[in-house]
């Protein structure tokens, strides 16, 4: 069975621009969550979506949003990239809400702003 | 602000040994607690959670211990092995406000043969 899946697997943008992310689950999760990793840290929450609603934001900016999709796929959008966004986008599904279920991760989208 | 812990940046250990991972947390109402290996390159792998009305649990050569009392969790590896070489993440859940995934900041593991 495929895990998480995550596209793309490496971006460059430039301070300013755009960026959209995506996710595909584990067949059957209907919970996504979005996580940003820096080189160096731990993983720093960023939204929990389950069954296509936000349940859970962590402490960033308004410039990140997300969404999830009917088939349970999410996107992570972040506007007004600042050189502070380059790091490791995370993406994690579980069966049910994550603070309830065991989230599995996937390999993640590297983001280099310059 | 509430954040989840480690004692120690690196631990290195010799092939065969145990290993301990500490970790402390801040926030008493947390009830779901999770350990993550992360090789490099990867994402977070998940190794072993326990539930806050439990002290112990055990898997495959890892044990987690959790201590209310203190705010403590740690993840015990038995006969430790090269391939367990990774950073180690322990991480909180948290219901209240929405729920979180609060991570910390990660233990590097070498393992010496």
């Known amino acids: 069975d495929a895990g998480v899946t995550q596209s793309p697997t490496h971006l460059i943008k430039t301070r300013g621009q755009h960026v959209t992310l995506r996710c595909s689950p584990i067949s059957g999760h209907k919970s996504v969550s979005w996580y940003q990793q820096v080189l160096g840290q731990g993983p720093q929450f960023i939204f929990q979506y389950y069954e296509k609603e936000e349940r859970g934001r962590g402490n960033f900016p308004d410039r990140f949003s997300a969404r999830q999709f009917p088939n349970y796929s999410s996107e992570l959008n972040v506007n007004a990239l600042l050189l502070g966004d380059s790091a490791l986008y995370l993406c994690a599904s579980s069966l049910g809400l994550a603070g309830e279920e065991t989230q599995y991760f996937g390999p993640g989208t590297r983001l280099l702003v310059l | 602000g509430e954040s989840v812990g480690l004692h120690l940046p690196t631990l290195s250990v010799q092939e065969g040994d145990n290993s301990i991972i500490n970790c402390a947390y801040s926030?008493?109402?947390?009830?779901?607690f999770i350990w993550y290996k992360q090789e490099s390159g990867k994402g977070p792998q998940f190794i072993i959670d326990?539930?806050?009305?439990?002290d112990k649990r055990q898997g495959q050569r890892v044990t987690v211990l959790l201590n209310k009392t203190v705010k403590h969790l740690s993840l015990q590896i038995a006969a430790t092995q090269p391939g367990d070489s990774a950073v180690y993440f322990c991480?909180?859940?948290?219901?209240?406000?929405?729920?979180?995934?609060?991570f910390g900041a990660g233990t590097r593991l070498f393992v010496k043969a």
């Open positions: 326990i539930r806050s009305n439990m």
């Open positions: 926030n008493s109402a947390s009830d779901y």
């Open positions: 991480a909180e859940n948290r219901g209240t406000g929405g729920f979180k995934t609060i």
